[in-house]
């Protein structure tokens, strides 16, 4: 069967590999639509530290079940269209004992430290595969991206009083805006890009504001009459989100990382206790999460090709990484078709 692995930065190969063997617990899997993720352009570009070459991309993955083994029970059945929760977890770590398996030690995502899904075929253990309601393959390759922003929505304990301001509208921080606003937050959108702008319009955002061209803070005080957001979701990662959420989180607030900064970040740290902030990370997703995400979808009947701009077949994965790499403002979500 077919895979494309890249080999090194902005070198990729599409090469044949055997069929997987299919275990007794395992599940065969047609990839039908493969969604490229922001780990993915890293790890072509050369940026990806958890990636050593050569590596097969791809995690977000809307598949077909063709086979099941032996063990494999309930309805995981032959034809069935599934999601895919690409994490790993050992059972036995703290994260692990403690009900946080996405922050596993010993996490092993597809794509990143193992193989990916840019393959023909995939071998997927049957308690990773997920059934969603939906069918759309488009709508089932969301799923995973946008299941990290509801996480993101989750570790901020954003509630349908809160004000919260998602910086960064990509199709994480797209999905921030989607969690938020279907649980009744206001939401107000920032990005540099006013194309993003509107999409974050699209999936629920009150308000938005062109970072580039103004200034968030007068901004959000003229756009709220004075009221600063409780919540503050980061899915940028430059060191200048991560201090200007900081600057414009109201008193004891909380600010979530979902975005990762690829230098040092230098705080003024007497904020975070004058103001009694509560700052979190956050990272990947839960199983649930993923479960909740396709009810949403479902739901707020998501327009896939609102957050979808670019499409590719498996041979043309090479041309989908090069224009986004060149053009990264054109682009929202590249999938691949196989």
């Known amino acids: 069967m077919k895979a494309a692995r890249i080999i090194a930065p902005r070198k990729v190969e599409i090469i044949d590999i055997p069929r997987p063997e299919l275990g007794p617990a395992d599940v065969l899997v047609k990839v039908k639509v493969l969604g490229l993720c922001g780990s993915d352009l890293n790890t072509y570009r050369g940026l990806n530290p958890l990636v050593r070459y050569p590596r097969i991309p791809g995690h977000e993955i809307a598949g077909e079940v063709v086979s099941t083994g032996s063990q494999v029970k309930g309805k995981v059945e032959r034809g069935a269209v599934v999601s895919i929760s690409p994490y790993t977890a050992c059972g036995n770590c703290y994260p692990c004992t403690t009900g946080r398996p996405n922050t596993c030690r010993n996490n092993q995502t597809m794509g990143n430290q193992r193989e990916g899904a840019a393959v023909e075929y995939i071998i997927v253990p049957s308690e990773n595969i997920l059934l969603p309601e939906i069918r759309d393959p488009d709508k089932i390759a969301l799923i995973e991206p946008l299941s990290v922003g509801l996480h993101g929505c989750n570790r901020a304990a954003v509630t349908g009083s809160d004000l919260v301001l998602v910086i960064g509208c990509g199709v ?167």
């Not at 989607?178 to 509107?198: C, F, H, Q, R, W």
Request: proline fraction near 3%; glycine fraction near 8%.
């Open 172 to 338: 994480i921080g797209l999905g921030a805006i989607l969690a938020a606003s279907y649980k009744g937050a206001t939401v107000i959108a920032a990005d540099i890009s006013d194309n993003k702008l509107e999409k974050a319009k699209s999936v629920g955002a009150s308000m938005v504001i062109n970072s580039k061209d103004n200034d968030l803070k007068e901004i959000i005080q003229e756009l709220t009459r004075g009221r600063w957001p409780g919540v503050v979701i980061e899915a940028v990662g430059l060191p200048q989100t991560f201090t200007q959420a900081i600057d414009v989180v109201d008193f004891s607030g909380r600010v979530v990382y979902i975005g990762y900064c690829k230098e040092p970040v230098t705080y003024e740290t007497k904020y975070f206790v004058a103001r009694e902030l509560d700052i979190r990370g956050s990272r990947n997703a839960l199983r649930s999460e993923m479960e909740e995400v396709a009810v949403i979808i479902d739901k707020v009947k998501l327009d896939p090709g609102v957050l979808i701009t670019h499409r590719f077949t498996l041979g043309e994965i090479d041309k989908a990484f090069d224009l986004w790499d060149r053009h990264p403002e054109e682009v929202c979500k590249i999938v691949i078709d196989s």
